[in-house]
């Protein structure tokens, strides 16, 4: 199993910016992809951005330009440094991490952290 805990989260004005880190542990060593997902009031989760092993990235075009994965294998840390900030971009945001067994992927999810953007 992996553990994931969030911080980072809080309240920004539109243009500003805000990093989010999400910490995993236990069984790091299987992890193939980790990522961000957010989920706004009344609307479904959806990924805002990926990394996988090998260093390959996925962002959401909402937030391509603006929005930065990364990833810090060695302190089992992913980050997503968050800049040009829109009210749009309030939401509860999510670490999810994406973890190899035997036979399937397993997926496990932080308790998410709140991001506000006033205008």
């Known amino acids: 199993q992996v553990q994931l805990v969030e911080s980072g989260g809080g309240l920004a004005q539109a243009g500003g910016s805000l990093r989010l880190s999400c910490a995993a542990s236990?069984?790091?060593?299987?992890?193939?992809?980790m990522g961000w997902y957010r989920q706004a009031p009344g609307m479904q989760r959806e990924l805002v951005a990926d990394v996988r092993n090998g260093g390959s990235t996925h962002y959401a075009d909402s937030v391509k330009g603006r929005f930065t994965i990364s990833r810090d294998v060695v302190k089992n840390m992913v980050y997503l440094q968050m800049n040009s900030l829109k009210p749009e971009d309030t939401a509860t945001y999510y670490c999810?991490?994406?973890?190899?067994?035997?036979?399937?992927?397993?997926?496990?999810w932080g308790q998410g952290t709140q991001v506000t953007v006033s205008s």
């Open positions: 999810k991490t994406v973890v190899a067994g035997v036979l399937k992927e397993y997926d496990y």
């Open positions: 236990g069984s790091v060593f299987s992890i193939t992809v």
